[in-house]
């Protein structure tokens, strides 16, 4: 079974600085996508970013980006220039290929941004 | 830009009554899931639907839950029989043919009480 860890319950940084979220996950698969999910106040789930584990390019999505390491199974969020409006809950999530399509989510962490 | 829409956003029942969750998922899209979030839990996959039948299910989908797609836009979950530990944030999902990405809906809370 695919399991998902995101060992930092809670983080927060200064607005306009940078922070990262770290997440590991554990799978014997070799083709996957990871996503991270953003849930503010509101609770509703905000997709984030996504990395196919077949590229070895890391994808960025505007000042978020992220650091894949398949060896390590390692993929971490980085929020460049933070804003108030990225407080919120972030969840990594994992998903095998199409023919088995749940996503496994970890804990989450919760960063606050502090103005 | 579409999105997923659930209601209602709060549903309030008693002990052992029956709810029906609704979504309307993202117009082209094929399948559908249902998961749930216990307040200050993670999320946790519930059920995947593709061409009016399950594609998977999760230890939590026991007898006392259903889905169905009772017409071309709706996408419901029924619990039969509510208990206690069913209170939760219940999120329906749906993604289109050739792409690994699922879109959620705004989420219904459901408090049983």
């Known amino acids: 079974a695919q399991t998902v860890t995101q060992s930092q319950p809670e983080m927060s940084v200064q607005e306009a600085e940078t922070v990262t979220l770290s997440c590991t996950y554990d799978t014997s698969e070799n083709n996957y996508y990871l996503f991270w999910y953003k849930q503010p106040p509101s609770r509703q789930m905000i997709l984030v970013i996504r990395?196919?584990?077949?590229?070895?390019q890391n994808a960025t999505e505007n000042r978020f980006s992220v650091n894949f390491q398949k060896a390590a199974k390692s993929f971490s969020l980085k929020i460049s220039d933070s804003q108030l409006g990225d407080t919120a809950m972030y969840f990594c999530?994992?998903?095998?290929?199409?023919?088995?399509?749940?996503?496994?989510f970890g804990t989450g962490t919760r960063l606050t941004i502090i103005p | 830009e579409p999105e997923v829409t659930q209601t209602p956003s709060h549903q309030v029942t008693q002990m052992g009554q029956e709810v029906i969750l609704r979504c309307v998922p993202i117009?082209?899209?094929?399948?559908f899931y249902w998961y749930r979030q216990i307040l200050g839990q993670k999320v946790e996959f519930l059920v995947s639907?593709?061409?009016?039948?399950?594609?998977?299910k999760s230890e939590i989908f026991d007898d006392q839950f259903s889905v169905e797609r009772p017409d071309g836009s709706n996408f419901t979950l029924k619990i039969r029989s509510t208990k206690l530990e069913d209170s939760a944030m219940y999120f329906c999902?749906?993604?289109?043919?050739?792409?690994?990405?699922?879109?959620f809906g705004p989420g219904t809370r459901l408090t049983v009480l």
């Open positions: 999530a994992f998903m095998t290929n199409f023919g088995n399509e749940k996503l496994t």
């Open positions: 639907f593709y061409n009016n039948e399950i594609s998977e």
């Open positions: 990395q196919e584990a077949y590229k070895q």
């Open positions: 117009s082209n899209h094929l399948y």
């Open positions: 999902a749906s993604r289109t043919s050739g792409t690994d990405t699922q879109y």
